[in-house]
Every structure is written in C-alpha cells, then in structure tokens.
C-alpha cells in the first residue's frame, strides 16, 4: 500500500462538524492511514430512517468521507478504536451516488464489537455485506473496485445510554486497488514536497523551523516555494490548529510573532485546473511544525595585547575574542561595520591581525544562519618602559682594546620581575636569535649592546645598552734607563694617578736605590689599574779594538759603549786623545771610559824593547833579533821587509821568535835598513789585537 511521502501521514484527524455530513464529506485522496476523533453528528442524522444497518441506531459521533478510486482491484480496510471499549459502526454507499441520492449501502456493519478486538472493516475472508446491530460479525466481504468510482464512507462512534465511550479511530487500507490522489500522481505531483524546517533532537517530534528575529516575527509565506518545491496546481496555507489546516479556515496571511513552544500547521491543497469539480480538489495534505529560537546574543568583547617595542601596533588573535559561547557558530571580522554590512573587505588572517587600538566588528553566524554583531576592542597591555644605558669598563691588559662588561648591571628598567635578556643586534632581541649567554662576564670592544624587556604578560620592549672601553693610562714620564752596571737610579712613575704599587712592594710615586733589573708598577687610574713595566740597563762597556805601537807611541783603537772616549795608563789623569806617546818600554795598562763615567775597562800591552842594530858576526854582541819573550802571545808574528817592502823573513814559532839577519832561504841578507811588523793578540777576553812596527839597521860583517 502506498504511503504519501511526507513527514506528517495523510490526513491526520479530520476535525470538525460540518465534516460530519455527506455533502462536507472529506476527500479521502490516497491510500495512506487516517486517524480521527469524532465529535458530533453534523448538521443532518442522514442514517436516521435510511434503511441501513444503523438506521435505528442513528449518528452520535460520526464523520463522512469521499472516495475516488485510481485503479481497480479490491479494496479493504481495517478500523481500529483507540479505545477497546470504544464501538464504532460504518456503511458504504456508491458507486457513483450523490448524497441526496445515496439509496442503500453496498456494504454496512453495525456489529456490537468492543473489549479485546474491537476492530471492523472489510477483510478478504469474510462472506457477509450487512451486520446488524447487536451481530458479532465485525468485518463484511471485500469490495471489487474500478477506476473512477466514488463511494461515501459514513463512520459513527456508537454511545448509548449504557455506553459512552469515545475515542480516536484509525483507518488503513488494504486490498489491489489504489485510491485517487493528486499527491501520489506523477502527473499532478512530479516532484516530492520537501517538509520545511529542520529535524528535532527527538525525530518523533515536528521539524523545526528556526527563527532569527528578534522579537520572532515570521512571514509563513517564506516556507511556500521550499514546501511546493516546484509542484505546479498546489497552494499552501498556514494554520494554528489542525481543523483549520483541515478546512483552510483562520489562514496565517501576515508576517506573525510565533511561539517557541505551540505546533503549527501547513495544508497543501490541489486545484484541477480542467475540473473544477473534481473531488480530488478537496485533498489536502497536512504537515505540522514548530518553531525553534535560533536567535543568537553576542557580547562586545575587549582584547588586549602588547604594543612591543613600542611599534605602534600589536598582533591579535580576533577569534579568541569572547563575543558568543556557542562553538558551532562561525565569525568574519570587518575593520569597519559599513564593511560587515556590505559583506566586503573581509579580514582574513583573523588569527594574526596587525593592528594599532580600535574597534574590530564582527558578524557571528548560526549552523540555522542566524547572525549577530559584535564589536571587539582592541587595546594595548601596559608598555614596558625602558631607558638606554651606559656602561663603562677598564680595560683587559692583555686586549686593551676590550673590556669585562657585566650587562647585569645596567640599569634599563625599574618595573619589578622584568625579565631581561642581551643580543648583540636590535634584530636579534626583536627575533629572540643569538641570545648573549654569558651576560655577567661579556668581553667586547666599545660598541652596544640590546636588551630585551619582557613582563608578566609577555611584552616587551628594547633598549641599548652603550659599552665603553676605559683606555689604560700609563705613565709618560716613567721611561728605561740605562745606567752603569755598579750604580744605582730611582724610577718615577710620574704625578696624577690614584695609586702606585711596585714590585718591589713600594706604593710611593719614586722608588729609590735601584739597581740593574725589569720592574713593574701598577698605575691606578679612578676604578682602573694598569701594568706598567720599566728596564734598567746596565750601559754597554767600550771595548778595545786594537792597539797600534809603534817604538814609545802607544795609539789604542775603541768600539762600543757611548762616546766620548777618555782614555789613562794611570786610572787617574785622562786624555781625550787615543795616542799615547813616550811610553816607556815593557808592560803596561791601558785604561779606557766612555761618556757614562762607569768603571773603566782595562788591558794590558808590552812596548817591545827591541834592538834597532844588529851586527850577525857571531862575535857575541847584537847577533840577533830576539822575541821569543813574546811566545806566550796568542798568533805572535814579526815579519821582516826589505825597503821595497818585499817581506824577507817570518820569525814564527819555527824560527824560535829570533832573527839572525838572514833570508827566508837562510843567506845573509846585506848590510842595510830593514823595517819590521810585529802582531798578536793579547791574552784578554777580548783578544785585543797588538801591532808593533819599526825599522832595524842590519851590518854583516865577516
């Protein structure tokens, strides 16, 4: 049996008197239940003296419908009392009558049926057309149908004196044949009516429709084109009850303030636009519905974030702003509530909004499409403040161009519990990159530093900190000395500093009495101290280069120490002249100084006592040179030479230092004048080079 697809079945209770006569009666339009409560006779008692089965009995609580049939077969139906003690009694009339002509019914029962299975109807099984009342058959023989045909279906709630049990009823159908109804034709009804609303929590309730307004005023009439859903020959009205849904009495036809809580009604009806007679324009198909209150209440709401740096601006996540509790409920922010108005220029980083203080506006969005505005506020947190700084540091002696900075110290902030950390950039504080870690021990050059402020609440803000490297100051007068290596000095340090400490545990400005050695001394300056170190040398002693002698003329040669040069053979009268003259011949000392006035140095020499005659006769008297005095002298050599300056003769160790007037070859060289070189080095540290020259007179006589 065909069901209409609707969420509300076919013809729910079919109320109202004028219902209970044949000429109201209602049009049963398809095969789907009905259910009903009877609540009068109508205007005539047409069973009274009509020869039924009921005629005695008459009408008490009854009601009348129309039937069309669609297509032919048979056709059954059960009746069924809400109510056991309930007895209903029912005739059919037709095919094709009218109700001023209805003549006998084709099918009448008026069976007394109540207590446990008081239903009645036609059914396949049974045999008889007629029960009277009082019989205890309940259900009469099948009909067989053709398609259009019309029967009248008369139903009466039998209450007696002894009886007065009223009650609903329900009315299903069964059998082959089918029922007219525009609602199940194709033809009348191509597409499927869609119930308006949405589902309730418990799907055994009406739908609901939600309502945004506030107060709830609603125009019925938007529902219209969503219910018909295309459907053409339909009309819809709207109703606070289900008679006047029935009868399209009281129609709602102006926008109305609803209840929250009553049940409200829909009729579709058919017109036929060919028949204007035709009984399908009296179905109507019934719906129900409630209202449910989808209007939502925002809040204005305040958010506040940091303005760090004080950059003028701050970063806000709008969606967390509190303007409504419901999570289900979506939100799009405009700068401007012209913009939300117009749905233009849409904020859409909502999340990360970079703005200075103002006022957001936001539209909030139901799931039923309800809306709200709200206005969120945009507000800075407290600025951190902050002042740059200063900060000063003596220098590393051994870099002296950096200094040991504790960053700790400066003072950038007096809010309590701020949160400070160091970078080398602005950029770095700014991105938290390369943080200073070692903040209390920091070496750097002068330059700056920045520091990031933060507070409880995450703020933040910059300042730079100013680093500056105290130069050393070192004494300008304390210089190296040089001094003779026996003397002593004092060292000045020099006036201005706040205090002096020596290595010699002196803490005056001058330490006295010292001698040959390095020092240091530390110079305090304000909160700095400097090392400064200081040499005293011993002065370089001259040195005796050579020494030229000639006969008693002694000339000394000096390299070394610092000239001027003073030179004595006693230690007592000086010269400034090299050149010693008349020196007497055998040992003697040679003293020298330089300008430094120190000890002199001193060496010895020998003025030869050499024999400027000899006579090589081997009579016993001047026969030979003899210097082998000499030999102790380190590379001892006397050469001889002719006066053409061509050396005759080497008196060396081999010749035994002596000279006997004779040739390299051993001839007697001949009588004549013959000059002489002689050299060695003294037997001192420095091995002071001696030269000797002179001339010899050589006779030879045989």
């Not at 209150?293 to 958010?303: M, V, Y």
Request: negative net charge; aromatic residues 10%.
């Amino acid at each position: 049996m065909k069901k209409l697809l609707l969420i509300i079945f076919f013809g729910i209770s079919r109320v109202l008197l004028a219902q209970a006569d044949c000429a109201t009666a209602l049009a049963v339009c398809g095969n789907s239940s009905i259910t009903y409560n009877p609540t009068g006779y109508g205007d005539i008692k047409e069973m009274i003296n009509s020869g039924t089965c009921i005629d005695a009995a008459g009408e008490h609580y009854s009601i009348w419908y129309k039937i069309t049939i669609a297509t032919g077969g048979t056709l059954t139906f059960d009746l069924v009392p809400n109510d056991p003690d309930a007895d209903y009694d029912w005739a059919i009339f037709g095919p094709n009558v009218t109700c001023g002509a209805l003549g006998a019914p084709i099918r009448c029962n008026a069976a007394t049926v109540i207590g446990p299975g008081p239903s009645t109807g036609l059914n396949m099984t049974s045999t008889i057309t007629n029960a009277i009342g009082g019989s205890l058959t309940p259900y009469c023989r099948f009909m067989d149908v053709l398609p259009g045909q019309t029967y009248y279906l008369f139903i009466d709630n039998w209450v007696s004196t002894t009886s007065s049990t009223t009650a609903p009823f329900s009315l299903t159908w069964g059998g082959t044949a089918t029922l007219a109804s525009p609602f199940t034709d194709p033809n009348t009804q191509p597409y499927p009516f869609n119930p308006p609303g949405v589902p309730a929590a418990n799907p055994a309730d009406p739908r609901e429709v939600v309502v945004c307004a506030n107060p709830p005023l609603f125009d019925f009439s938007t529902l219209s084109a969503g219910i018909l859903n295309g459907n053409p020959n339909f009309s819809i009205s709207y109703h606070t009850s289900q008679n006047d849904a029935l009868t399209g009495n009281n129609a709602i036809t102006v926008p109305t303030v609803v209840s929250m809580t009553a049940t409200y009604y829909y009729s579709i009806s058919y017109t036929d636009p060919g028949s204007p007679n035709s009984p399908l324009n009296k179905c109507k198909q019934i719906g129900l519905f409630k209202f449910r209150d989808g209007r939502i209440t925002t809040k204005n709401a305040t958010l506040t974030q940091c303005n760090n740096n004080n950059a003028g601006t701050a970063v806000y996540d709008l969606t967390t702003a509190d303007v409504i509790a419901d999570p289900a409920v979506t939100k799009k922010y405009y700068n401007t509530i012209h913009d939300l108005n117009a749905g233009i220029n849409e904020i859409t980083n909502p999340t990360a909004f970079t703005s200075a203080e103002g006022t957001i506006f936001v539209k909030v969005t139901s799931p039923f499409g309800c809306s709200a505005t709200a206005q969120i506020i945009l507000k800075f947190n407290p600025v951190v403040v902050v002042n740059d700084a200063t900060l000063r540091s003596c220098s590393i002696e051994a870099t002296p161009a950096t200094a040991l900075f504790n960053l700790t110290v400066a003072s950038v902030t007096t809010q309590t519990g701020a949160i400070k950390k160091y970078y080398r950039s602005e950029t770095d504080a700014i991105n938290q990159t390369n943080e200073i870690t070692t903040p209390l021990t920091y070496t750097a050059p002068n330059g700056v530093v920045y520091v990031r402020v933060s507070n409880a609440q995450g703020c933040y803000n910059i300042a730079k900190i100013t680093l500056i490297v105290i130069p050393p100051v070192y004494s300008t007068v304390l210089k190296d000395k040089i001094i003779c290596v026996e003397d002593k000095t004092t060292l000045d340090a020099g006036p201005g500093f706040n205090g002096y400490e020596w290595s010699t545990g002196a803490t005056t400005q001058t330490i006295t009495n010292v001698g040959v050695g390095t020092y240091w001394v530390k110079l305090k300056t304000g909160d700095c101290t400097v090392m400064q170190h200081v040499k005293v040398y011993a002065s370089e002693q001259p040195v005796v280069s050579s020494i030229e002698i000639s006969n008693t003329t002694v000339t000394v040669f000096v390299m070394g120490g610092t000239p001027a040069y003073k030179y004595s053979m006693d230690n007592v009268s000086w010269q400034d002249s090299n050149v010693f003259n008349n020196v007497k011949r055998g040992d003697a000392t040679i003293f020298v100084k330089d300008s430094y006035d120190c000890d002199p140095i001193d060496i010895s020499i020998v003025v030869p006592n050499l024999v400027n005659v000899i006579t090589p006769n081997s009579d016993g008297y001047n026969d030979v040179i003899d210097y082998s005095a000499l030999a102790n002298k380190k590379n001892f050599v006397m050469n001889i030479f002719d006066r053409y300056g061509n050396m005759i003769f080497k008196m060396d160790k081999l010749s035994g230092y002596k000279w006997y007037g004779t040739s390299s070859n051993g001839t007697k060289v001949p009588t004549g004048n013959y000059w002489y070189s002689v050299g060695w080095n003294e037997n001192d540290k420095m091995s002071t080079p001696i030269k000797y020259s002179g001339w010899i007179v050589v006779k030879n006589r045989d």
